[in-house]
T-cell receptor, first 115, second 114 residues
Framework: NAGVTQTPKFRILKIGQSMTLQCTQD?????MYWYRQDPGMGLKLIYY???????DKGEVPNGYNVSRSTTEDFPLRLELAAPSQTSVYFC??????????????FGDGTRLSIL | AQTVTQSQPEMSVQEAETVTLSCTYD???????LFWYKQPPSRQMILVIR??????QNATENRFSVNFQKAAKSFSLKISDSQLGDAAMYFC???????????FGKGITLSVRP
């Protein structure tokens, strides 16, 4: 049972390069989220999706794009990498909406360094 | 907007002793959920315990329990019989709204002394 799988686990980028962080889940959850965690800080929401074809901005969306063509996949794209995007990125899923106590399930994270 | 505040950046506890981690939050919504997540050095986010705002009874999971004070908007985590494996960063999180977005505190680093 894989749960939430993120790839790659670690990546170094040069300033101005682009890349896609992959997130795939096998739990058939409708809700998916991307967070970033800066050193010594909590997680901040970048983008989220409540189902295939629907995405919306979170707290810190600038410099990122997402798409949700299937229930399983929710990739996060950095178009022009900047040093401020050095962070650990977490993908998470949730089964239902606000009226539930079910927690979000997290992937193991992607550590991204931009030099 | 929702906020979660963890004012203690670090705490230390002797093995087998009890420690309490503090968390306060703010939201204008009446229906919400609170969570404590543990993040060990492996970076995984592991759910420790959850609390529904409409429940008066404090949640308990084995050695972990919460003190939920709704009027004070306080949600502290008590770890009893602390073990070396409890050493980690702990995050308090608030979930509101139909989209189930989580708002996290900055976290607290807990060390356990043998």
């Amino acid at each position: 049972n894989a749960g939430v799988t993120q790839t790659p686990k670690f990546r170094i980028l040069k300033i101005g390069q682009s890349m896609t962080l992959q997130c795939t889940q096998d739990m058939n959850h409708n809700y998916m989220y991307w967070y970033r965690q800066d050193p010594g800080m909590g997680l901040k929401l970048i983008y989220y999706s409540v189902g295939a074809g629907i995405t919306d901005k979170g707290e810190v969306p600038n410099g990122y794009n997402v798409s949700r063509s299937t229930t399983e996949d929710f990739p996060l794209r950095l178009e022009l990498a900047a040093p401020s995007q050095t962070s650990v990125y977490f993908c998470a899923t949730g089964a239902t909406g606000g009226g539930s106590n079910q927690p979000q399930h997290f992937g193991d994270g992607t550590r991204l360094s931009i030099l | 907007a929702q906020t979660v505040t963890q004012s203690q950046p670090e705490m230390s506890v002797q093995e087998a002793e009890t420690v309490t981690l503090s968390c306060t939050y703010d939201t204008s919504e009446s229906d919400y959920y609170l969570f404590w997540y543990k993040q060990p050095p492996s970076r995984q986010m592991i759910l420790v315990i959850r609390q529904e705002a409409y429940k008066q009874q404090n949640a308990t999971e084995n050695r972990f329990s919460v003190n939920f004070q709704k009027a004070a908007k306080s949600f502290s985590l008590k770890i009893s019989d602390s073990q070396l494996g409890d050493a980690a960063m702990y995050f308090c999180a608030l979930r509101t709204g139909a989209n189930s977005k989580l708002t996290f505190g900055k976290g607290i680093t807990l060390s356990v002394r043998p």
